[in-house]
């Protein structure tokens, strides 16, 4: 026992130097479990109780023997660390001022001698390594556990496919994935050196058919390689994959990723023929949803699962002529989502519209309908933008289908309801009382006018507007109805004679003599006293 000795606790408590040279000049190019090793091993020195063997030593630093003994390997190749005996294992310090003020030799290890040569080897004289590169690739052989002969090949193919430059960097992220593989022999490394230049060239390909003349990312060869390996799609697939990849707008290998999922979540899909046939047979069931989308309109919309599932509904309620029907007539309408063509759809249904010409037969007369609403809109003067809508169509067909006004005459009516709060329900108000009263021309309300006054009864009951048109006055200040009317030969609120005849009449009510649109004189080529 010697004859002085620190305190059993002095370790827990006590100081450990550590040179300034070896934070600086050793610890930024150690591996982190070397470090630890080093330091744990540098407090012992100091506390001989804080540690007894290698086991123990494994044991507080949660590694294993082999990565102690690996660790120190490194040091020794350092001059740091020298060993002294093997069973069991013993480590002397060296002090590291005087290892560099001596140069101190470093302790030979012949196995790392051997490796650093066949390393130096495979990058001939063009290419000086430093020491660092060499103990890095030592140390995938110390600490990923992988053989120095497959070391050695690994980096001999990294030199044949990226060049005698290569990045240790690079180089390291393959043999991390030998090391994930458990690879230990050249054979096995060489398989998937096989599969990776398969990759590299499946990969440069892709880009050259896509336009782009570079080498490929990583990110695309790990993509490629899920094609190739996880996915089992033969070259030949992949290619035929690209055909159709640049035919987008975007062509890009993440747009090819997704051609590729879906033909692999169908399942049994992996040669060019079986890629061919699935294409065909897509694009077969995406024509009908094609000239869907471009009757609708609408370009925002992409053929995708959404878009399919949503057709797939509209093929249950009617076949794809109709369909195509209702795109086209949304989009006359302004309407060009495809919920517009669903209620669409839906309101044929209702409507108990099943066959092609039923609906043709109703969408001509909704035109027609349309088509009459414009120029009535453009008589009552209202804003070019107010749009036919169902009530609106619906007060038309009850005014020519059910009260069996000609559409002339309607017209001729409109001018009254101009100006008006609501100009249709103002003009289907007027039309009710000369429903009631059986007037169906413009006519009748004169003759009766003169008749009242013959008769010497002023105050009989006819609808005060065709008075005042009676009197010649073709303004927006008529009585309403049930008002006292005006029966003066001249009209002193607007000053209008009554020298006009009943045709006059009539193509002032028309708009006042305007030019009529193309609409309104296709109208006008029936009687404004005939029946509908």
């Known amino acids: 026992m010697a004859m002085f000795s620190f305190d059993e606790q002095a370790a827990l408590f006590d100081v450990t130097p550590l040179p300034n040279q070896f934070i600086l000049n050793y610890l930024p190019e150690a591996s982190g ?7 744990f091993g540098l407090v012992a020195c100091y506390h001989h109780e804080a540690i007894s063997d290698l086991q123990q030593m494994a044991r507080e630093l949660n590694m294993t023997e082999d990565d102690i ?56 004289n063009d290419r000086r390594l430093h020491g660092k590169d060499v103990s890095q690739c030592y140390e995938w052989v110390e600490q990923m556990r992988l053989p120095p002969d497959v070391v050695i090949a690994m980096m001999r193919h990294m030199v044949q496919k990226h060049g005698k430059n290569v990045s240790m960097k690079k180089a390291e992220q393959m043999a991390m994935r030998l090391a994930d593989e458990k690879v230990q022999t050249v054979e096995e490394a060489q398989e998937i050196f096989r599969r990776d230049q398969t990759v590299w060239s499946g990969s440069k390909k892709v880009l050259e058919k896509l336009g782009l003349r570079r080498y490929p990312t990583e990110p695309e060869q790990t993509m490629y390689s899920k094609w190739l390996v996880d996915w089992q799609f033969t070259p030949d697939a992949i290619l035929r994959a690209v055909d159709e990849t640049i035919k987008s707008s975007n062509p890009s290998f993440a747009y090819l990723d997704g051609i590729l999922k879906r033909l692999h979540e169908q399942g049994n899909v992996r040669t060019e023929q079986d890629v061919s046939g699935d294409i065909e047979g897509s694009r077969k069931e995406n024509e009908p949803i094609k000239q869907f989308l471009r009757a609708l309109g609408n370009y925002s919309i992409t053929i995708n699962d959404t878009t399919k599932a949503t057709y797939k509904s509209f093929q249950t309620m009617y076949p794809d002529p109709v369909i195509l029907l209702a795109a086209q007539q949304c989009a006359k309408w302004g309407m060009t989502t495809l919920q517009d063509v669903m209620q669409t759809l839906m309101a044929w249904q209702n409507r ?181």
């Not at 479990?33 to 330091?39: E, I, K, T």
């Not at 028309?510 to 609409?519: I, K, Q, W």
Request: glycine share 8%.
């Open 352 to 532: 108990s519209l099943r066959t092609l010409p039923e609906i043709d037969a109703y969408m001509r007369q909704i035109d027609e309908q349309n088509e009459f609403l414009i120029v009535l809109y453009q008589a009552m003067q209202l804003d070019e933008k107010t749009k036919p809508n169902a009530a609106d169509r619906a007060l038309v067909k009850q005014w020519t289908e059910e009260w069996r006004f000609a559409q002339m005459f309607v017209l001729g009516c409109a001018p009254w309801a101009a100006g008006k709060k609501s100009p249709m329900a103002y003009l289907n108000k007027m039309l009710k009382v000369f429903r009631e009263k059986g007037i169906t021309t413009m006519e009748e309300p004169i003759h009766r006018t003169r008749r009242a006054r013959a008769e010497g009864r002023r105050g009989a009951a006819v609808h005060p507007a065709h008075l005042h048109a009676d009197a010649g006055c073709y303004g927006r200040h008529d009585a309403g109805v049930g008002g006292k009317p005006c029966v003066r030969r001249s009209c002193r609120r607007c000053s209008r004679s009554t020298s006009s005849s009943a045709s006059k009449i009539r193509r002032r009510s028309f708009g006042g003599g305007r030019r009529l649109s193309p609409a309104a004189r296709r109208l006008g080529s029936t009687s404004p006293s005939g029946r509908t």
């Open 69 to 124: 003994r690996a660790a120190y390997r490194y040091w020794e190749r350092k001059g740091l660390v020298q060993r002294v005996a093997d069973n069991p294992p013993q480590y002397r310090y060296q002090n590291i001022y005087q290892v560099m003020m001596t140069g101190a030799q470093a302790q030979i290890d012949p196995a790392y001698e051997q490796f650093a040569e066949a390393i130096y080897g495979v990058f001939d």
């Open 33 to 39: 479990d070397a470090v630890r090793v080093y330091l």
